[in-house]
């Protein structure tokens, strides 16, 4: 029962293991997607020096889009998205002008561009015009997100392999025990010239289907756990559907637990009749 | 056919089981293994049986040097070799057929051949009628005699019995010895580690006597004298 139990767990991490990893794809893929480059321009530049630098800037091959958003149209903008916010509304009448920048949103054919493009943006001649570039505040999001998920990745990883010893400390001692109390029928068994496999077959089997039952439960568990929790996950990030996850990769997940279990009990009743069945 | 040169074997601690023993056994021939209790007898069969390794010396089997079987063979080598100890050693669990059986089923042999030889070994024990019976439900006569036809299933070149009689009364003991007297008749070499006297005074046949791990007397027709 412990070993199955152990055995579980260690399988429960390998899947978060993969899960997680396909959540933190998921999570990285849709900040890059979202990521762009907003130049705002000094207050005192003409828009036609703005398109000028447009026209430039769209000859490079790397930008995909460019949108121009004059200070009109970010007033616009803001009153727009604010209007129901008194104390913002109230703040603008105080500053009494249109306090935004003309601006230059720029989107990249590919997430790994954007460095490409700010760079230049940083090397052309144009930096007179140029207030501030917001990239890299994004770059500082996407960063810490990676750095975060491959910590957390790190951190799983690291967790599976102790419980994967654990897992194997455990199996070989219930084997080891179950070796002990069948050495009577072991030693009527070399006596009468069994081979070291047929020995050895039984104590392999067991250490599989203690692998594979605790597969099954793991399996049973997550899938009832990812179902739960689906609908929660998707009020947080509207585009992910963990179940829908689950069930494109369920194949994957199947073999990912049953190759954890099998090769677990088996390899553990291995080392277990090496080192206590004397044939 | 087997052969002691010069064997000794000295377990952990520097107790020395058996000490410059040389002896050979023919073919079909009666062999009686004598001693006290500790004079080495069960180190010898051990040896014989590949459970151990001589310290020094050579143990050849039909021309091999048994040292120099590599592990993996010593399944094929052991179905040469048929084993009787005095506990029996059988499984509780299974009839004395099944018991048999289970010798021929662990080296893969077909339900055919279970069916052809059990029923014949079985015979030749004498426990043909008893054959559905468990071992708790055996005299101590017929579950050596269920042992032996174990040893006898794969047809071995020697017959190894360590105390066979160590649990049974007089009748009964006579009553194995002619077994195996009959086996070797049969063209089976017998070896038989005993300390019972009566039973090697009535033989009439080689005695090997052992004291201390070392041979002190090797006679063709031998009585027990210790």
Redesign the interface.
Same mark, same amino acid.
């Given at each position: 029962m412990a070993t199955v139990f152990i055995l579980l767990l260690t399988i429960a991490l390998a899947t978060s293991l993969f899960l997680f990893r396909g959540f933190s794809q998921f999570l990285l893929s849709s900040v890059e997607e979202k990521a762009d480059i907003s130049v705002y321009f000094k207050e005192e530049i003409s828009e036609s020096d703005i398109f000028e630098f447009r026209e430039k800037l769209s000859k490079v091959p790397e930008v995909r889009e460019l949108r121009y958003i004059s200070q009109e149209m970010a007033l616009i903008d803001f009153t727009e998205k604010h209007k129901d916010n008194p104390v913002l509304m109230a703040s603008l009448t105080e500053v009494g002008r249109n306090p935004f920048l003309a601006s230059l949103n720029i989107m990249a054919s590919e997430p790994g561009q954007y460095q490409a493009i700010a760079d230049f943006l940083g090397g052309s001649d144009f930096t007179d015009l140029i207030e501030k570039v917001d990239y890299y505040q994004r770059k500082s999001v996407i960063e810490r997100i990676f750095s975060l998920t491959s910590t957390i990745n790190r951190s799983f990883l690291f967790l599976s392999i102790i419980l994967a010893l654990v897992a194997i400390l455990i199996t070989f001692n219930t084997i080891r025990l179950a070796i002990y109390n069948s050495r009577e029928e072991i030693k009527i068994q070399r006596l009468v010239g069994a081979s070291s496999w047929f020995i050895r077959g039984p104590f392999l089997v067991q250490g599989a289907l203690a692998g594979i039952l605790a597969a099954l439960i793991c399996l049973l568990i997550s899938s009832l756990i990812i179902w739960g929790l689906s609908s929660k996950v998707e009020t947080f990030f509207t585009d992910l559907d963990i179940f829908q996850f689950f069930i494109t990769n369920f194949w994957q997940i199947i073999l990912i637990q049953f190759a954890t279990g099998i090769l677990l009990g088996v390899i553990s009743s291995f080392l277990a009749t090496r080192r206590y069945l004397k044939l | 056919m087997i052969s002691f040169q010069h064997v000794t074997k000295i377990y952990p601690r520097n107790t020395v089981a058996v000490e410059d023993v040389s002896f050979d056994v023919k073919e079909k021939e009666f062999v009686s293994i004598v001693g006290k209790s500790g004079a080495g007898k069960t180190t010898l069969l051990k040896l014989l049986l590949a459970e151990e390794r001589p310290t020094q010396g050579k143990i050849f089997f039909d021309g091999r040097n048994i040292n120099e079987i590599k #592990?993996?063979k =010593? #399944?094929? =080598? +052991? +179905?040469e070799i048929g %084993?009787v100890f005095q506990d029996y050693? !059988? !499984?509780p669990f299974k009839t004395t057929y099944e018991n048999v059986a289970? %010798?021929l089923e662990? $080296?893969g042999a077909s339900d055919r051949e279970i069916a052809r030889d059990v029923p014949k070994v079985l015979e030749i024990v004498g426990l043909t009628e008893k054959a559905n019976n468990f071992p708790q439900e055996l005299s101590g006569g017929e579950k050596q005699r269920a042992a032996i036809a +174990?040893a006898l $299933?794969?047809r071995p070149e020697v017959i190894l019995a360590d105390e066979p009689t160590g649990n049974l009364d007089p009748y009964h003991s006579l009553d194995i010895i002619r077994l195996l007297l009959k086996i070797q008749e049969m063209g089976t070499t017998v070896i038989l580690a005993t300390h019972n006297r009566e039973i090697i005074n009535s033989l009439e046949k080689r005695v090997i006597t052992l004291e201390n791990g070392k041979v002190i007397r090797d006679e063709k027709k031998g009585r027990f004298i210790l």
């Open positions: - | #592990p993996g =010593f #399944p094929n =080598f +052991r +179905r %084993a050693k !059988l !499984l289970y %010798a662990v $080296i +174990r $299933i794969h």
